[in-house]
């Protein structure tokens, strides 16, 4: 279990799932028999499965089922399907998944809404697989490598969209192994992720060779009751710095901007203690990503079976309808709404951070 520390930059403890399961593919690979090395090293037991079926014997329960299996780490093997990789706007050029699913319990996790089953955390074994989908989709994409605003930064891959790869880093060494890859890789690439976690030591001493951008994703402080299981808004912004002095480019991403009463005074002070965090790194790489809440129906339907009670607003008041390029429909916030967002926004980042570049606005 996560035991959340205060809010005054102090670590919140590495996550250590009641239950891990491997298949069997999973131990053919020598990074999937490191990951059971790693996890069986801190004392946690590991159920060895005779076949690659995931037989996750939930309770029938809904309550007691999201318990168990926001618990429960699988060790499986990436198929096909899951290793091709996939355009990602407005982050990246292509995804690249470490693992799926994610040990925090945040109340608006838009992964409800994109993955399907019960809320397991998959870790991949088959690495080398993964990292072979890289090199041809090299100056391919349409985010970055044929923007002239982004180009500098290459072809970009993102390692964040289905988990947050820090948050599991201890248990793998998945992320690790990824940033030496793109160190050694003599390219104009980024590897990009985000994190509400703060555990960055064993990233610090890598010959990243500036080509891994790491993102803190933050909200006010006000906000926590909505980020379960998460480290401090403290830590991650001192994490950030840590990366910042090592060579690494940073960012922050401000999600989701959540438009509640007294909005203006917390995002400013976030934004304030951002700056004031970061002070130490002189000539900062820092991108600035902002991304308002948003839902979907069936989102919704989900995360309220998961956190029933949560004060998060997801009435239909300042919402309008958005239809996706995949014909879904998103509630977002009216266009007064993030009109008075964004120009707050842009104002406030100028200000107090003016070294930062505002990739985009979403």
């Not at 939930?58 to 899951?82: F, G, I, M, N, W």
């Not at 160190?183 to 890598?206: N, Y």
């Not at 700056?275 to 948003?294: F, G, K, N």
Request: hydrophobic share 40%; proline share 7%.
């Amino acid at each position: 279990m996560l035991s959340v520390q205060p809010a005054t930059g102090t670590r919140t403890r590495l996550w250590h799932p009641k239950r891990v399961l491997v298949t069997r593919s999973a131990l053919d690979w020598e990074h999937g028999r490191s990951i059971v090395k790693q996890v069986e090293s801190l004392g946690i037991e590991v159920q060895r499965l005779t076949s690659d079926r995931l037989s996750l014997g939930l309770p029938e329960d809904p309550r007691q089922a999201y318990a168990l299996a926001k618990q429960t780490l699988a060790v499986t093997v990436a198929p096909p399907s899951k290793r091709r990789l996939q355009p990602i706007a407005p982050s990246a050029d292509w995804r690249v998944d470490l693992a799926e699913g994610c040990p925090a319990h945040c109340n608006y996790c838009y992964l409800a809404g994109s993955l399907s089953g019960p809320p397991i955390t998959r870790v991949y074994a088959n690495l080398p697989e993964i990292l072979a989908e890289l090199p041809p989709k090299l100056g391919q994409g349409t985010i970055t490598s044929r923007s002239s605003a982004r180009a500098h930064e290459g072809t970009t891959f993102e390692a964040s969209c289905y988990t947050d790869p820090l948050a599991l880093e201890h248990l793998t060494g998945s992320l690790s192994a990824l940033v030496e890859w793109f160190g050694a890789w003599d390219a104009l690439v980024q590897l990009r992720f985000t994190s509400k976690f703060d555990a960055v030591e064993p990233l610090l001493g890598i010959a990243h060779g500036g080509r891994t951008r790491m993102r803190a994703s933050v909200n006010p402080a006000a906000y926590a009751r909505f980020e379960g299981g998460a480290s401090s808004v403290a830590a991650r912004l001192a994490a950030l710095a840590k990366m910042g002095l090592a060579g690494y480019p940073i960012g922050l991403t401000v999600a989701p901007i959540i438009a509640a009463p007294g909005w203006q005074q917390a995002y400013g002070e976030l934004i304030h203690a951002a700056a004031q965090a970061l002070s130490p790194v002189t000539e900062p790489d820092l991108t600035i990503e902002l991304i308002t809440h948003r839902f979907t129906a069936g989102s919704k339907a989900v995360l309220q079976s998961w956190y029933p009670g949560s004060a998060l607003d997801m009435s239909p008041e300042r919402r309008i309808e958005k239809r996706t390029k995949f014909g879904s429909v998103k509630h977002v916030y009216d266009r007064e709404t993030m009109a008075e967002l964004r120009s707050f926004f842009e104002t406030e980042i100028s200000r107090m951070l003016p070294a930062a570049r505002i990739l985009y606005w979403t």
